[in-house]
């Protein structure tokens, strides 16, 4: 069995780490976050996409700018969020629209 490994950055702290992950090795791009980088009160909701705590911004990948029906847009405005290239990292999935991507985590980070 042949496994396709999916490649992304992350900007986080001034620096940039390449990720290589597969298909849905976690649940979420909050969960892979969390566990590679230890953000302290990131996702605080776990995933539902309420809080607005696992903020991304997408520097470069156009398949996660034009889906936003899984990103509440709801929890961004009450986040006051309002640039068109911010995310919430829970309601992405871990799959091919992040090969290639260049992400930062979000600040108060």
Not at 3 to 8: D, L, P, S, V
Not at 21 to 34: A, C, D, G, P, V
Not at 63 to 88: C, G, W
Request: with cysteine; net charge neutral; glycine share 4%.
């Amino acid at each position: 069995m042949q496994i396709n490994y999916i490649c992304f950055y992350i900007m986080f702290q001034h620096e940039t780490k390449q990720l290589q992950t597969y298909t849905h090795s976690y649940r979420n791009l909050m969960y892979l976050l969390e566990d590679q980088f230890w953000l302290e009160d990131f996702g605080e909701c776990k995933g539902m996409g309420k809080c607005g705590t696992c903020l991304i911004e997408v520097i470069k990948a156009p398949n996660l700018l034009m889906d936003l029906q899984r990103n509440k847009s709801n929890t961004l405005k009450k986040a006051a969020v309002h640039h068109q290239s911010i995310r919430l990292s829970c309601q992405l999935f871990i799959d091919h629209t992040l090969q290639d991507a260049i992400l930062k985590i979000y600040e108060p980070y």
